[in-house]
């Protein structure tokens, strides 16, 4: 018996000295912005240049004619130097475009390579020669690390066989890698939170946790905690308009203002990746680098801040652009699912038509309430992949989730496309938002505000269309195809659409019908190889379709419109860029799904 007691003694401790390295970096994760752990406050992407024509005759196929099964070719310069990168059946080989001999990198052009990402205040001031490095999990091989003499001890990385930076490291990232070490007791950094380490104290946890919490309850005399926070006050102009109230201090801007009813533009609800929730703040507050990333120069100096980046205890005021949006009350008229997991609702307007432009949104008012996820009617093609929606309930705060109508306007029937958001990457409930909606009856009403949104067609130019998109994103595509062809010379479109598989694929038929008529230029690109047996169209990313295409096409003759979800919207707009498209030619639209 002693022995047990001495044992539970110092294995609680053990766990005593665990739970608060959890609490310690659990705290540091909520308190430290996400994207200041990437260790990349002086990253920026390198300009992108295509080799000339000269460069391009110089070229050689014989270079590679060894290798075998070649499947892709890429060219591009390198710090000045032209590259060629080959993809053949055992991996993937790079040349020197000069000369033909296997691509090398010395320390100098390391250092050009490096600085053409660095944006930071210092210089290089060290080079040296690795093959593995602590700092960056999994990797190894011939590399360079560079370290620069800035406040943040920047040091770059250098893969020396294709001259290309493989991450940005500073001190920040060597305290949010630590953090990670602790809060996931894998030490190897791998950041892995199903290890044998873990799992193990978790079983021992389990008995330990509770018979500790018992002594703990009786120790104290409480079984009850209060937590309660500061009130403060808060002021936001509205146009002409002044307004005071108060809130709990730890609420957004966001927050604080759409509960006030007072309409302030957001995609994302609150994520920081659509820059839309725009506000202005003393030009002295804060800027977070979500707000580098989204806002310009000019509007940060001007004091133009994100309502979802900043708590009103720290700004105690905010200009506020005057909206022309109305609430809507919108009784359901019809549910039908697109595929397994997308569902076209259509809802009627009770007050008359609503006036919007193709590619807006509005804002769906989710009650706060026990919500229970029934199980659907699932149609019999959808079943085989289909994940039912297990009976469940479930507490949540208002919130506000927002989706594209999927028609041009103005109309009193109002149609959306909602994907279901199911119970995903460790959390335990699906998305709030999605279950609502896809779980009500017909009959039933919902208040939506609107419409929000500037993902409109450009105008005043005569350039053609091109539409790139996946999943969700049909919807505002599609209603700007509707509205385009309405038009009574519309433009020239061509649209790539992109799914996992055909059971994904929503409209096809109506896009293939307007294809045969010859109205517009239509791609279906599917992603799982397991299709290619007996499907006849395109394969693999939908942006890469997309560029096979337009590598065949004057660039400079379309217009972009880009809609999906966030890999994809990424890679998509990745690609724009290195082709060289003017981001005035680009409109996408970003909800942070």
């Known amino acids: ?79 000045g130097v032209p590259q060629v990168e080959i993809h053949h059946r055992d991996g993937v080989a790079y040349f020197d475009g000069r000369t033909g001999e296997p691509w090398r990198t010395h320390q100098n052009r390391a250092i050009d390579i490096a600085n053409s990402t660095y944006s930071g205040p210092g210089e290089a001031i060290r080079v040296a020669s690795i093959t593995r490095t602590r700092e960056l999990h999994g990797w190894e091989g011939q590399g360079y690390r560079i370290d620069y003499n800035d406040d943040l001890n920047t040091r770059i990385y250098v893969d020396s066989v294709s001259g290309q930076v493989i991450d940005h490291r500073n001190t920040p990232w060597v305290v949010a890698d630590w953090m990670f070490r602790l809060h996931f007791i894998d030490y190897t950094g791998g950041r892995n939170f199903n290890n044998l380490v ?23 005399g409480t079984g009850e905690m209060r937590f309660s926070f500061r009130q403060v006050a808060f002021e936001a102009e509205v146009g002409q308009e002044r307004k005071t109230f108060k809130d709990k201090a730890h609420k957004t ?73 109305s609430k809507y009350t919108l009784t359901l008229a019809s549910s039908e699912f697109l595929t397994p997991m997308l569902k076209e609702l259509r809802f009627i307007v009770e007050e008359g038509d609503v006036h919007f432009a193709a590619g807006q949104y509005m804002q769906f ?40 109508m999927a028609t041009a306007g103005p109309a009193r029937e109002l149609v959306f496309t909602v994907r279901y958001q199911p119970a995903t990457n460790g959390h335990d409930r699906p998305g709030v938002g999605s279950t609502y909606l896809c779980n009500m009856r017909v009959g039933e009403k919902i208040v939506a505000e609107g419409p929000y949104g500037d993902f409109k067609r450009l105008h005043g130019a005569d350039r053609k269309m091109f539409f790139i998109g996946g999943g969700a994103g049909m919807a505002p595509l599609r209603a700007l195809i509707q509205e385009e062809l309405a038009e009574p010379s519309p433009r020239s479109i061509d649209f790539f659409y992109g799914a996992r598989n055909r059971q994904e694929l929503a409209y096809v038929d109506e896009f293939e019908h307007l294809k045969e008529r010859a109205m517009i230029h239509f791609e279906a690109v599917l992603s799982d190889k397991r299709e290619s047996c007996d499907w006849q169209g395109a ?20 217009d972009f419109y880009v809609c999906g979800p966030p890999k994809m919207l990424s890679a ?18 970003d909800f942070g799904i």
């Open 539 to 558: 394969e693999g990313y939908v942006h890469e379709a997309a560029l096979a295409f337009l590598a065949e096409q004057d660039i400079s003759a379309y």
């Open 1 to 79: 018996m002693k022995f047990l007691q001495w044992l539970h003694r110092w294995t609680g401790l053990l766990i005593l000295i665990q739970l608060l390295l959890w609490t310690i970096s659990g705290l540091y994760f909520a308190l430290v912005d996400h994207h200041g752990m990437k260790g990349h406050q002086y990253h920026q992407h390198p300009p992108h240049f295509s080799l000339s024509a000269e460069q391009l005759e110089q070229l050689d196929s014989s270079w590679w004619g060894d290798l075998q099964e070649i499947t892709q070719v890429r060219t591009r310069l390198v710090v």
């Open 253 to 325: 801007l966001l927050q604080v203002l759409q509960q006030r009813d007072i309409p302030v533009e957001s995609g994302c609800g609150g994520g920081g990746t659509c820059g839309l929730c725009v506000v202005e703040v003393n030009s002295d507050t804060p800027i977070t680098p979500a707000e580098r990333d989204l806002l310009s120069a000019e509007q940060l100096a001007q004091g133009y801040r994100l309502a979802c980046q900043h708590q009103i205890g720290k700004v105690t005021s905010a200009r506020v652009k005057k909206l022309d949006v």
């Open 365 to 404: 008012l989710i009650p706060s309430a026990s919500t229970s996820t029934r199980p659907h009617d699932v149609p019999e093609a959808f079943s085989p992949e289909w994940l039912n929606i297990q009976a469940a309930t479930f507490e949540h705060e208002d919130v506000r989730r927002s989706y594209s």
């Open 572 to 589: 998509t707009l990745q690609m724009l860029e290195h082709l060289g498209v003017d981001r005035s030619r680009i409109r996408y639209d």
């Open 198 to 220: 873990i799992i193990v104290l978790s079983v021992v946890t389990l008995w330990f946790a509770l018979s500790g919490l018992i002594l703990l309850f009786k120790l104290l």
